[in-house]
């Protein structure tokens, strides 16, 4: 670990209001990742709210589907019924769904020192960031990937370039002759995500 890396953790670490979750802060192991995929009322974070949040981990080269976590949140300003429907979720679930802070109790410890693999992971952050900071002290501190980046290098684009349209997942899916789950679908999601991520490794 360089010197910087090591500043940052340490910088880190002294914000972190709650002790039991240092071993984010841990290097993590190799062979170990988590996918994650959120699902929101919209793409902006000042005015969108998160309702659904999956996990899974990846080990090696196989995908813990037994283990996942699908976790729905009743947002601060309940959606239309429309909005809901598109994520899978029924009106019920996302009006009863577990607080932000109940839901971090639960992944926060699951994703644990794991680097984060995401299809443009960036969104899901923007989103999860501010609440993590709220429950925690600080942000995610974990390494983040970008399976749309990882297609793109492998796609001979350049290190540089931002994925484009053909970078999607349904896209990427196909290329490596993925079977493909229902989209918008939080838990799908994340394990179309981790099918991509193992091929692409």
Known sequence: MSWLKQLTTSWHKAKLQRPELERMFEPPLSGQWVAIDCEMTGLNPRKHHLISVAAIHVNDNMIDTGNGLHLVCRPPVMPDADTIVIHGL???EVENGMSYDEMLALLLPFIANRPIVGFCPQIDTAFLNPLIKSYMGVTLPNQVIDVRKLYAR???SSAGAAPDQSHHLSNIMA???IPELGAHDA???????????????
């Open 154 to 156: 492998q796609m001979g």
């Open 187 to 201: 838990y799908n999601d994340a394990i179309m995500t981790a099918m991509a991520f193992v091929h692409l490794r």
């Open 90 to 92: 029924r009106a019920a």
């Open 175 to 177: 290329h490596y002759d």
